[in-house]
C-alpha cells in the first residue's frame, strides 16, 4: 500500500509527526518558562490568550474553511485540456488570494483595536492591569497568523500537508529559540525573563511561519471576482460567528476562574499561580496526546464529505468505528498513565506538587477529550454543524455555571469535575446522533 494513494492516511501520519514534534517543543518549553517567569508570571501570561483567541477567530476561523472548501471545489473539477487546468488553477489562486485579502484587513483593524484598547481590555475585561503590554505585543502577531492560516486552509483543500506540517513546526522552533536568545541575554545582563519576552517569541514564530508560506508558495495571476467575495463571506460568516460564541464562552471561563479563586478565599497571587498551574503545566501534559487525534480530525472533515457526496457510506461507517476504538484505546492508555504517574509528572518537570495533583485529576478527561474531537469532525463532514455548536455551547455554558456558582464555595476542583461531566455530555451526544445517523 503506497501512502500517496492514501492522502487521509498520509497526511494523518506527516501530521502527527509534525505535530508530535511541535508539541514536545512546546511542552518543554513551557516547562522552561515555569522555571523562569514562575506560576505567577504563567498565569498573567496565559490570561491574555482569551482575548487574542477571540481576534484571531474573528479574523480566520470561517474564511480559513471557506478556503478549504472552494479550493477543494476546483481543484475537483478536472479538465483533460492545459487551458482547463490552467483555469482550475487560477481559480483556486484566486480563492486564496480574495479569501486572505479579507483575513488581512480584519486582522489589522483587530491589531489597531487592540493597541489602541489594550489598557482598558486589560483593567475591565481581562482584570489584570499588566496584562496591557502583552496584549500589545501579541496583536502585533495577528495579521501574520492570519495570513499563515489562510495558506494552511488552500494546502489542506488541495489535501497537500507538508507545507502546513512544515509551517507550523517551523513556528514553534522559532518562537522557542528567540525567548531563549532573549533569556540568555538577560541572564548576562543580570535580568530576569518577564511574560513580556514571551509574547515577542509568539510575535517571531508568527512571521516566521508566513514567511516560509510565502516563499514556498507558487504566485499566479488570479482574477478576483465580486461573485467570489461574495460566496466566502457567506459560507464563513456562520462558522465565524459560531467559532466566536464558543470562544467567548471559553474566554469567559478563562476569565473568570482567577477572581472566583478569589472568591474562595484565595490572595491574588494565589490565584493567579493556581491559574497557571492549571492552563500554563497541567493542560499542556493532558492535551500532548491529543496530537494523534488532532491530526486525524483536520482530515477526517473533507474524507466524510466526500464520502457523503459520493453516497458511500461503508466508508463513513468504517471511519467512525475504527475512530472511536483508537481514541477509547487511547484514551484509556492515557488515563491510567496519569492516574499512576502524574504526580510524579508535576513534581518532575515542574517540581510543583499541586500542578502533578491536576495531572492524575485531569488523566479521567483523555477517552472523552480524543472522542469529542474526531466524532465532532465527522459530524461536521456530515453537515452537523449546527448540532455540534448547541452540544459545546451548552457544555460551555454548564462550566460558566461551575466556575460562577460552585468554584467560589468548592474551590477548583468543582471546575475540574465540570470539565470531566461537560466531555461525558458530549462524547455521548455525539454518539447518539451517529447512532441515529446509521439506522
Given at each position: 500500500m503506497e501512502l500517496k494513494?492514501?492522502?487521509?492516511?498520509?497526511?494523518?501520519?506527516?501530521?502527527?509527526?509534525?505535530?508530535?514534534?511541535?508539541?514536545?517543543?512546546?511542552?518543554?518549553?513551557?516547562?522552561?518558562?515555569?522555571?523562569?517567569?514562575?506560576?505567577?508570571?504563567?498565569?498573567?501570561y496565559q490570561l491574555v490568550f482569551p482575548v487574542f483567541v477571540l481576534a484571531f477567530a474573528l479574523c480566520t476561523a470561517g474564511i480559513q474553511t471557506a478556503i478549504s472548501k472552494y479550493v477543494a471545489e476546483y481543484d475537483s473539477q478536472t479538465t483533460e485540456t492545459y487551458s482547463g487546468a490552467k483555469k482550475t488553477a487560477s481559480s483556486s489562486h484566486a480563492v486564496?488570494?480574495?479569501?486572505?485579502?479579507?483575513?488581512?484587513?480584519?486582522?489589522?483593524?483587530?491589531?489597531?483595536?487592540?493597541?489602541?484598547n489594550a489598557s482598558f481590555l486589560a483593567l475591565h475585561v481581562i482584570k489584570e492591569e499588566s496584562c496591557a503590554s502583552l496584549l500589545k505585543i501579541i496583536s502585533l502577531s495577528l495579521p501574520f497568523a492570519c495570513m499563515h492560516a489562510a495558506f494552511n486552509g488552500y494546502y489542506y483543500g488541495k489535501k497537500k500537508t507538508a507545507i502546513p506540517a512544515i509551517s507550523q513546526l517551523l513556528e514553534q522552533i522559532v518562537r522557542v529559540l528567540s525567548v531563549y536568545l532573549f533569556f540568555i541575554i538577560l541572564r548576562e545582563k543580570n535580568l530576569p525573563?518577564?511574560?513580556?519576552?514571551?509574547?515577542?517569541?509568539?510575535?517571531?514564530?508568527?512571521?516566521?511561519?508566513?514567511?516560509?508560506?510565502?516563499?514556498?508558495?507558487?504566485?499566479?495571476?488570479?482574477?478576483?471576482?465580486?461573485?467570489?467575495?461574495?460566496?466566502?463571506?457567506?459560507?464563513?460568516?456562520?462558522?465565524?460567528?459560531?467559532?466566536?460564541?464558543?470562544?467567548?464562552?471559553?474566554?469567559a471561563e478563562a476569565i473568570l476562574i482567577p477572581g472566583a479563586l478569589i472568591s474562595y478565599g484565595l490572595g491574588r497571587e494565589d490565584a493567579l499561580s493556581t491559574f497557571g498551574i492549571l492552563t500554563g503545566m497541567a493542560m499542556p501534559v493532558i492535551l500532548l496526546p491529543t496530537v494523534f487525534t488532532g491530526s486525524l480530525s483536520v482530515l477526517l472533515l473533507p474524507s466524510i464529505s466526500q464520502a457523503k457526496a459520493t453516497g458511500d457510506y461503508g466508508h463513513i461507517r468504517n471511519a467512525t468505528k475504527q475512530t472511536v476504538e483508537f481514541c477509547v484505546i487511547l484514551g484509556l492508555c492515557c488515563s491510567l498513565g496519569f492516574l499512576f504517574f502524574g504526580r510524579m509528572t508535576g513534581q518532575l518537570l515542574f517540581h510543583n506538587k499541586l500542578a502533578g495533583s491536576y495531572i492524575q485529576s485531569l488523566g479521567f478527561l483523555c477517552p472523552f477529550l480524543f472522542l469529542t474531537g474526531t466524532l465532532g469532525s465527522i459530524l461536521n463532514g456530515l453537515g452537523r454543524t449546527v448540532y455540534t455548536f448547541i452540544c459545546n455551547l451548552l457544555c460551555c455554558?454548564?462550566?460558566?455555571?461551575?466556575?460562577?456558582?460552585?468554584?467560589p464555595r468548592f474551590g477548583l476542583y468543582a471546575y475540574l469535575w465540570s470539565m470531566l461531566a461537560s466531555q461525558i455530555a458530549i462524547t455521548l451526544a455525539y454518539l447518539w446522533a451517529l447512532l441515529r445517523k446509521r439506522k
Open positions: 494513494k492514501h492522502p487521509l492516511l498520509s497526511g494523518t501520519i506527516l501530521l502527527t509527526i509534525t505535530g508530535l514534534s511541535s508539541r514536545v517543543i512546546g511542552f518543554f518549553y513551557r516547562v522552561f518558562l515555569s522555571h523562569t517567569i514562575g506560576a505567577i508570571g504563567l498565569g498573567i486564496l488570494y480574495c479569501g486572505m485579502l479579507m483575513s488581512l484587513c480584519l486582522s489589522i483593524l483587530c491589531s489597531f483595536f487592540l493597541i489602541r525573563l518577564t511574560p513580556a519576552h514571551a509574547m515577542w517569541g509568539i510575535v517571531c514564530g508568527e512571521i516566521a511561519a508566513c514567511l516560509c508560506c510565502i516563499t514556498t508558495f507558487t504566485f499566479r495571476r488570479a482574477h478576483i471576482r465580486a461573485k467570489l467575495a461574495k460566496e466566502i463571506s457567506t459560507f464563513a460568516l456562520p462558522l465565524t460567528g459560531n467559532r466566536l460564541i464558543l470562544n467567548l464562552f471559553a474566554s455554558g454548564g462550566r460558566l455555571l461551575t466556575i460562577l456558582l460552585l468554584l
